[in-house]
């Protein structure tokens, strides 16, 4: 390579990674929590400017209900609601690919889901919910969950 060719490239090299918005930068995320039943689970995952937050349990059965399945009827089924809090402080739109495996005590999966979203740019209260139908007794009794995210470019 002539010098003049090294040096154009690495100019041009130089001037792509400038122009090349952070929020394009893809990373992948994961983290082993308890369900969280009662509030919620901070996470904090940052990909340029995309950021998932934090995850909430939405319409997690009540103990009643949970009561009710361990004595009458152990196969009832609960829809659960996996709600991720993100938010988008970059210029350009970015995609979060979110995945939820929820474990049984002797550790297996006893559910998984996984969805892919977008958020707008600037958007700074936004939520990407994942729905779990599983039986009631599964998630009440579940120990764990492994949550997975992607963030990256659009």
């Not at 209900?65 to 361990?70: P, T, V, Y």
């Not at 988008?88 to 297996?108: F, H, L, P």
């Amino acid at each position: 390579m002539l010098p003049e060719s090294r040096h154009t490239l690495a100019a041009v090299m130089t001037a792509a990674a400038l122009v090349i918005p952070t929020a394009l930068l893809a990373a992948n995320f994961e983290k082993t929590i308890p369900p969280p039943r009662t509030g919620r689970a901070n996470l904090e995952w940052t990909s340029g400017g995309c950021t998932v937050r934090s995850v909430q349990l939405r319409n997690y059965p009540s103990e009643e209900d949970i009561e009710k399945a361990r004595r009458e009827d152990p196969k009832d089924n609960s829809w659960v609601w996996w709600d991720f809090h993100v938010e988008n402080r970059g210029d350009v739109k970015c995609r979060i690919s979110i995945a939820v495996e929820i474990y049984d005590k002797s550790g297996k999966v006893v559910k998984s889901s996984d969805r892919t979203d977008t958020v707008d740019a600037h958007k700074m209260d936004d939520n990407i919910k994942l729905s779990t139908r599983m039986k009631t007794l599964d998630i009440a009794d579940s120990p764990r969950a492994h949550i997975r995210a992607d963030i990256g470019p659009k």
